[in-house]
């Protein structure tokens, strides 16, 4: 067990390196002159050359990268170009944010998606297992601002039942603020559905096909039995992996939704920053987004290799 | 009762060709004959038909604004009404298709190419190349896709030009892990062991040998991404990163008549989502079917 936490810890810090050059190349070494591309081709000179200094642009790319590495390592992030405040700070906040409506988001997908490939596996081929999974998949590929301006049009103009801003009311109670955050969570069902319950199914199928599970029906336990005891535990363990991945999509991927519902999470805040050229916060965000992704596989990995002795042992080999 | 073979006789080997076209065969009719392919089809055809012959079928013209006839509601005159500039919100879809479906391919087609490069190489060469490389795909896969695409057009600049790059350059390393998946099962196989022993060049081997023998997965790959090509397009153009502000587009459509739900105006942008949804979901059926008959 030890050995494959190292092994695992191993690789996510060298993928966390490789994401460090690859977001530093992307928002200072691509642009050219950061300065002039945040300032714009009519920009006094000397103010280019101030606002260079000011973010360490005019250094060599070397020292550049090193200044920014040891910052971030300490903790700090620099300070953000257009709100003029501690990169840490507005990252703090929109990322308590993101995980609310995360968390909100799976609390209602998780089980309706397990339910749906569940059933769709059992009733194999047949009408209900392709209208889960067609049907699934279907409202999966729909980009996330078309789905949230449906349900908009829907719920928000047509039956006017529930508010279309994600934001609640300073002070509103915990019930209100849920209230509010419906319609993207709803949004984000339709788009995590397919997926989810298409893996699930995978799984069970697998499970179900498997032969502890012919044994278990041979030896004559009722099916009830035997989809809970057996066939359940192992074709869960894929469906662990797939949350995993979708937690870095939900933490910093939805720009849209959050940009179409007005909610200060970390997408929107990324896509501010894209929008204002305000570099320092754009990369700092970018890479916290990546840092939760890795840390929500490399916990999965360690879930499924605690339910699942055989990932254990193959690679610790 | 044992048959005991002339060993001077000629072995009858079923040819190879032969039985390749066969399955081919058979895998087309079944394609052809799956209801989900055929739904699919009518759905992304009648976009590629705007999109080819857009202004031929638009009943106006898509650019003249109209001010005196802004955000009007669905009638005879403008089959889905107008939009903020009096624009017929009917011709914007029709002749919005074209650029979408532009890019979108082009975006995929870039990807796939990119992708199916870096795969035969690390899949075949394996080893400390193939190592670095996929660190470097995890690393860029740990980061939203649309993200990356946000750092990169901002850090160059929107355009047609950037939108396709960015879009290919994002997809290669997704389409990379696939098809590395399959060369490197493809490689146990005993035709790539023969051609090593041939001393055929590595480069031979990967491409005459190994790749039409992924060319499954390779086209299923590719039209799954072409759907995300089109979500991703839409969704950059929706955020203002779109190629051209004076071409008419879905994305840029909803975008800018967002604002105007509040006061009843739904078609402007019910319609162009609604374009979307259903180009999208025709590709994706697609893409299911094609999956589906590899997968016999």
């Known amino acids: 067990m030890g050995r494959f936490l190292l092994n695992r810890l191993g690789l996510a810090a060298i993928t966390l390196f490789l994401l460090s050059i690859i977001v530093f190349f992307g928002a200072q070494v691509l642009p050219g002159n950061v300065g002039r591309r945040k300032l714009g081709p009519f920009a006094d000179q000397a103010a280019v050359d101030a606002l260079n200094k000011q973010l360490g642009t005019d250094k060599p790319l070397l020292s550049q990268f090193w200044n920014w590495i040891s910052n971030l390592v300490q903790g700090d992030l620099g300070t953000s170009l257009s709100y003029n405040l501690p990169v840490t700070d507005l990252i703090g906040t929109a990322l308590l944010n993101s995980f609310k409506l995360a968390a909100f988001a799976f609390v209602l997908v998780v089980p309706l998606a397990i339910l749906g490939g569940v059933l769709a596996a059992l009733k194999r081929d047949r009408f209900l297992d392709r209208a889960i999974t067609i049907g699934g998949l279907s409202l999966a590929v729909v980009p996330e601002f078309v789905t949230g301006i449906i349900l908009i049009l829907v719920f928000g103009l047509w039956i006017d039942l529930l508010p279309v801003s994600a934001n609640a009311p300073d002070g509103s109670t915990l019930f209100t603020e849920l209230k509010y955050l419906v319609l993207p969570a709803l949004t984000l069902v339709i788009v995590l559905f397919g997926y989810i319950a298409r893996i699930t199914r995978a799984g069970t199928i697998e499970a179900l096909d498997a032969d502890y599970t012919r044994t278990a029906v041979l030896k004559g336990l009722a099916q009830r039995a035997v989809i809970r005891r057996h066939v359940l535990r192992n074709s869960l363990l894929p469906t662990i992996a797939v949350i995993a991945t979708q937690t870095g999509y939900l933490i910093g991927g939805l720009v849209v939704i959050e940009t179409l519902f007005n909610y200060p999470g970390m997408g929107k805040l990324i896509f501010t920053a894209a929008q204002k050229k305000d570099f320092p916060l754009l990369e700092s965000g970018v890479l916290i987004v990546g840092i939760v992704f890795l840390v929500a596989t490399l916990l999965a990995d360690l879930a499924y290799s605690l339910l699942n002795p055989r990932i254990r042992y193959a690679s610790a080999e | ?296």
């Open chain 2, 1 to 296: 009762m044992t048959v005991v073979q002339d060993p001077t006789a000629p072995i009858s080997v079923p040819t190879q060709p032969d039985q390749a076209r066969v399955a081919r065969g058979e895998r087309l009719r079944l394609l052809v004959r799956s209801p989900t392919f055929i739904i699919g089809c009518i759905l992304a055809g009648m976009w590629v038909l705007c999109a080819l012959l857009g202004p031929l079928l638009a009943p106006k013209n898509p650019q003249a604004a109209d001010v005196l006839n802004k955000l009007v509601a669905p009638e005879s005159g403008h089959l889905f009404g107008t939009d903020r500039l009096g624009r017929d919100e009917l011709s914007r879809v029709i002749v919005g298709a074209r650029s979408i479906l532009i890019v979108a391919p082009l975006a995929t087609l870039l990807g796939t190419i990119l992708g199916t490069a870096i795969g035969l190489i690390t899949g075949y060469y394996r080893g400390f190349v193939d190592e670095v490389i996929m660190r470097f795909v995890d690393s860029i896969l740990a980061i939203p896709l649309i993200i990356t695409a946000l750092l990169a057009i901002v850090a160059i600049g929107p355009s047609r030009l950037t939108l396709i790059l960015v879009i290919g350059f994002v997809f290669a390393p997704i389409i990379a892990k696939t098809v590395r998946a399959a060369v490197l099962s493809e490689a146990q196989l005993d035709y790539v062991q023969a051609a090593r022993l041939r001393n055929e060049r590595g480069p031979y081997v990967m491409f005459a040998e190994i790749l039409p023998n992924v060319m499954g997965p390779i086209i299923v790959e590719f039209t799954v991404r072409l759907g995300y090509a089109i979500f991703a397009v839409a969704t950059l153009s929706f955020l203002g990163f779109g190629a051209d502000p004076s071409i008419p587009d879905w994305g840029q459509d909803i975008s800018q008549h967002y604002q105007f739900i509040n006061g009843g105006v739904w078609w402007a942008v019910l319609f162009p989502s609604l374009a979307i949804a259903t180009l999208v979901i025709g590709i994706n059926l697609i893409a299911d079917a094609i999956a589906q008959t590899f997968e016999r």
